[in-house]
């Protein structure tokens, strides 16, 4: 079965979509191990986490299509890796690995997909592979629900991230002291029973204080 080759604006897409989501599954992870309070940590255990992390978001990156030839962006997108010699063949792990180290120069990498023929960017060409309109493409419905539920999903995150660290920051705990010991505050608005799930507010530092 002959196919078609994926155009060069689903592949730029399905690139930028598995680029948050790996980058969103790092912080998540980083998140989760470390707790909201990292970024106040003096111990040196969260630089140290986070260097660890870079390698791991590597691996993840650059075998982001071993099932199949297909990473979630490109599953999103509805296009799919094979060889080069053959149209119904997925590359080699090693192969798929391999085709996308070079995205660490992505630059270039975008100047060679624009001008060759066969729409392949410089991995494509070491690793003998070319990338595919998927004939096998999971329903169009599906794929938007899923690309609506990750959105929801990544937001949800965001609000809690923001939330937590901003609850766990020394400026909150000196902003809730404060607040707790004044006694105008506690004739004007009586007992305080909760501080609301998403504090609002500013801080302002100059020369270092604040």
Do not use: C, H
């Amino acid at each position: 079965m002959e196919l078609n080759l994926a155009s060069r604006k689903r592949r730029f897409v399905a690139l930028i979509i598995d680029y948050y989501l790996i980058t969103f599954l790092l912080v998540s992870i980083i998140f989760l191990f470390l707790g909201p309070e990292f970024i106040e940590r003096e111990d040196g255990v969260s630089f140290i986490f986070i260097v660890l992390s870079i390698p791991l978001g590597l691996i993840f990156y650059f075998g982001k299509d071993a099932i199949n030839g297909v990473s979630f962006g490109k599953w999103i997108m509805g296009i799919v890796v094979r060889k080069e010699s053959s149209s119904i063949e997925s590359p080699s792990l090693i192969n798929l690995f391999i085709r996308n180290i070079t995205l660490i120069i992505w630059p270039l990498e975008f100047i060679v997909i624009i001008f060759n023929k066969n729409k392949q960017r410089l991995g494509d060409k070491i690793a003998k592979t070319l990338v595919y309109k998927n004939p096998n493409k999971t329903k169009k419905l599906t794929r938007i629900l899923s690309v609506i539920g990750l959105g929801i999903i990544f937001f949800a995150f965001i609000l809690s991230f923001v939330a937590s660290t901003l609850k766990t920051s020394n400026a909150y705990k000196l902003a809730i002291t404060e607040i707790e010991n004044n006694n105008d505050i506690k004739q004007k608005v009586g007992e305080i029973k909760d501080y609301g799930w998403m504090p609002t507010g500013n801080v302002n530092i100059t020369n270092g204080e604040g």
